[in-house]
């Protein structure tokens, strides 16, 4: 799966998660940008992503995500 179809199907769920209909992916959006990023919300993101894509995030891995850069990046790596 290309990074651009991984953005394509996460933006809606982003979206919904952050209640911002206008909300773009970018690699640097995090809770420095967004205001309504709170740590249960976020945990709300990568549930849903993880029910979505069908992969588990590992502990060590949570704890590296900080913007949406990195949860595309450990995405990609999920879903090569």
């Known amino acids: 799966m290309t990074r651009e179809e991984i953005i394509k199907q ?14 773009v992916l970018t690699d640097n959006l995090s809770a420095q940008n967004v ?16 029910e979505q894509f069908g992969f588990k995030f590992k502990m060590m891995e949570l704890l590296k995500l900080k913007t949406m850069g990195d949860i595309l990046a450990s995405m990609e790596q999920h879903l090569a």
């Open 35 to 50: 205001d309504t990023w709170t740590s249960l919300a976020f945990m709300q993101f990568l549930t849903a992503i993880e």
């Open 10 to 23: 996460l933006t809606p769920i982003a979206q919904e998660v952050f209640q911002k209909s206008e909300l």
